[in-house]
């Protein structure tokens, strides 16, 4: 994968460049609560993937950023599972660079992304509410009927999470059908956790039908 330019930093397939995978990983440590971190191994099995792409931003040869896409080789969608910004890099316009990227590496699939829903104390519902309206400017929907759950990766449970997507070039909104085949692939192929079928159905229950 060629490098995409931000004004200043150019991104990079992290693949392509193991030797920064500690730096990055860095980023992804100290921004994700632990309840939603899956180990330093199972991200770093991902760079040997077909079906993820794992980017970083670099400023002076130092990782400021990084993107963790998946991108599902049998539906048309991808998942922006991760993305992160070093503390002090922020506001430099590297997450719209690395949204932008997840859009193009996904090529004209619809865009899923987990976002915290809005809840908790005032100060957390302020910054999740910041967070959802960022991804909104950027033409993404949360989809309100769907009761989305990320399962449990530590011995915590995992904050409550929404359901977005960018259409990312497509021209109709998900099907119901779509969305239970592409979160069906989520908990298999991100989470690892094959035996979903009772719990992806309860996230239906609020939903229309087609």
Request: aromatic content about 8%; glycine content about 4%; hydrophobic content about 35%.
């Amino acid at each position: 994968m060629r490098a995409r330019m931000t004004p200043s930093c150019p991104i990079l397939d992290l693949s392509e460049y193991p030797e920064r995978f500690g730096a990055a990983y860095d980023i992804y440590e100290t921004s994700l609560p632990a309840a939603e971190r899956k180990s330093r191994g199972d991200i770093e099995a991902l760079l040997t993937r077909d079906d993820y792409a794992l980017s970083v931003a670099i400023s002076d040869t130092a990782v400021v950023a990084i993107s963790i896409v998946y991108v599902d080789r049998t539906h048309q969608f991808g998942l922006l599972e991760y993305m992160a910004t070093r503390p002090d890099c922020r506001n430099m316009g590297l997450g719209l660079a690395l949204f932008e990227h997840a859009l193009a590496t996904c090529r004209n699939r619809t865009l899923l992304i987990e976002v915290e829903s809005v809840s908790g104390a005032p100060r957390e519902r302020a910054t999740q509410q910041r967070r959802q309206a960022w991804y909104t400017r950027l033409g993404c929907h949360r989809l309100t009927s769907l009761n989305y759950c990320m399962p449990q990766l530590q011995n915590l449970p995992p904050p409550p999470l929404d359901l977005m997507y960018h259409p990312n070039g497509r021209q109709t909104p998900p099907r119901k059908a779509d969305l239970r085949a592409w979160i069906s692939s989520i908990y298999s192929n991100v989470y690892g956790l094959d035996d979903s079928q009772d719990i992806v159905e309860a996230m239906f229950s609020c939903l229309k039908s087609d």
